[in-house]
């Protein structure tokens, strides 16, 4: 069975440009999360999305924001690039989450320099 | 503020040991723990969990305590082997808080041969 995967890989952008991170979650988990780590940190959450609707963020800038496709998978897009976005950003996936907790999976992440 | 502390940044172990990781936590509306290992450029890999209902889990060389009236979590492995040189975060969940997942910064743990 496939895993969480990502893409780009690495991504560098200038300051001010925009940044789109991809991410397909395992086959039949329906809940898609982005988290960032930046250097020196530990995980921090953005984003979660289920069922292609915004369910939670974390405490972040609307310049963070991202969907979820019909396929379950997900974009996150980075607008107005500062170069304390860079960071490796991590995307995850569980089942539906619903009355019993559901662990999440991550995938390889992308590398994203703002220079 | 960090809701999930890991203290110690690192740790060294001789291989065959065993390695303690410690993990503490603030908001009592955790009801779910988690233990994930990061190789460097990998992410995150699921390791092991356990409900604030009980207070141990155990998988193989792994298990995971839980001290809910101290708020503090601690995940040994046993035998320690070489392999498990890692950043291992310790993470928390609240069924009332959406589900999300709020990480510790992580404890690197080397193992010595």
């Known amino acids: 069975e496939a895993g969480v995967t990502q893409s780009p890989t690495h991504l560098i952008k200038t300051r001010g440009q925009q940044a789109t991170l991809r991410c397909s979650p395992i086959?039949?988990?329906?809940?898609v999360y982005w988290y960032q780590q930046a250097l020196g940190l530990g995980l921090q959450f953005l984003l979660w999305?289920?069922?292609?609707?915004?369910?939670n963020r974390g405490n972040f800038p609307p310049r963070f924001s991202g969907r979820q496709f019909p396929n379950y998978s997900s974009e996150l897009n980075v607008n107005a690039l500062e170069l304390e976005d860079s960071a490796l950003y991590l995307c995850?996936?569980?089942?539906?989450?619903?009355?019993?907790?559901?662990?999440?999976?991550f995938g390889p992440g992308t590398r994203l320099t703002v220079t | 503020d960090q809701q999930v502390k890991q203290n110690s940044p690192s740790l060294s172990v001789q291989e065959g040991r065993i390695s303690i990781l410690n993990c503490d936590y603030t908001n009592s509306m955790f009801d779910y723990f988690l233990w994930y290992k990061k190789y460097p450029a990998e992410g995150p890999t699921f390791l092991i969990s356990?409900?604030?209902?009980?207070d141990k889990n155990e998988d193989g060389r792994f298990t995971v305590f839980l001290n809910k009236s101290a708020k503090h979590l601690s995940l040994h492995i046993v035998p320690s082997q070489p392999g498990d040189s890692a950043v291992y975060f310790c993470?928390?969940?609240?069924?009332?808080?959406?589900?999300?997942?709020?990480f510790g910064s992580g404890t690197q743990l080397t193992v010595l041969p």
């Open positions: 995850a996936s569980s089942l539906a989450p619903g009355g019993t907790p559901y662990e999440q999976y």
């Open positions: 999305y289920d069922e292609g609707e915004e369910r």
């Open positions: 086959s039949g988990h329906t809940s």
């Open positions: 993470a928390a969940s609240a069924f009332r808080a959406a589900r999300q997942l709020t």
């Open positions: 356990i409900s604030s209902i009980k």
